[in-house]
């Protein structure tokens, strides 16, 4: 569908064409510029379904549950230090269990869950994967072993994998086109509030009442909300498709998501690894406690993401409504790569006022392309495909992110202890913050073939 996301307007205009109201007779119109080989060029009237409408509600559910997913996330950077002690554990291996185990079968499962979802089961498997990863992380605290350790990590990863597509779908499902950076800004800025509860509030937990505890406590809490989602979230209505022979190659050519997967994929190495090593840092760094590190990090980087995010949707809604689709990435960009010089300051400094005020920095503006990023992915794909391409977005950002992000940090950290003691931590993230340029490359190819 690439081509048709070139024209100024299509954000608002053109993509409207594609949508079917309901109960309007006739066959199912071609946007402008939609090509044959767009996945969306041969549909019939019967695949194509208007949207359920803006329903506030859901949105807002969707934003708990999300805050709920980063709290079960992040909370175990905020207990790093505690278990590693406890359990006599290296940086690498620590980073193993926070990152590599959810990744395992969060990378295995995600694309099965998103063809599950794709086909009338969303809101059902959004209710699952809460349920899975709040029962997981409240018996990470029973742990006392690295295997049974690894055991639960890897169940909260797969009650994640359950729900990233389906809620993605939910939340394209409920709202409409014009207002969907709006939409999934609102839903991702909720979310972003887990960084405090997860990151300061774990670490204030982790200080007081111990790390097993604090899991068993904010594991607990999700189950209220798998139930809601299972009784108030309808499944919205899905379109008969005749797929003949669509595959994953198919869904690959689309070259907007195939550079939104990049993207995602190089951000999110550099975002998991310095998020879950955060609190560390502080602590080592500048002498902070666990309950401090914890506040002032989750505080600094939860109260920034919803912020940015709440002011970057609507600003992208704006934009793309005045220069297409290509401008609201454009603002993505740019938002982006402003953000990493401050990032790079923030590990450098040895003024914790500074590194706070850095963290922020980065954090506010950063957040900015939070949500034309996440409503770009279920926009540039047909109805049917949204689910699959989330859980592929979530496949290659969030599996190889976390999978890949923390141990590897973990490990440069291991390996410069010998030369640089207390600091070898500092200059690890350090090596994250210069690679945060990479995936502003993605970026600037995407708004420029955009532009096109």
Known sequence: MHDVLQDRGVWAGGLRSMVLVAGEPGPARRGPGMSERDPGAHRTPATVLAPQGWSPAVILLLGVAGMLDFIDRFVFSSANDAIKHDLHLSDATVGLLGGTAFALLYGVMIVPFALISDRGFAARMASFGIAMWSIATALMGCAHMIATMAATRICVGLGQAAFSPSSSALNAAYSIPEKRSTSFAVSYGISYLGYVIGLAGGGYLVEHIGWRATFAAVGLAGIPVAIAMHLFIPEPPMPHVVRNGESWRALLANRPLRALLFYGMTSQVVSYGITLWGVSFYMRSFGLSSGAAGAWFGIGIGIASVVGTFIGGPIADRVAVRFGFSGAMRFAFWAYLVAQPFQILQVMTHSLGLSLVMLVLTTVISALCTG????????????????????????????IGIGLGPPLFGWISDLLTPHFGADALRMSLLVAAVLGFWPAIHLFQLQRRLRQ
């Open 372 to 399: 034309p990023i996440y409503g770009a992915i279920p926009t540039v794909v047909p109805v049917h495909r949204r689910a699959a391409a989330t859980g592929l977005y979530a496949l290659l950002a969030n599996a």
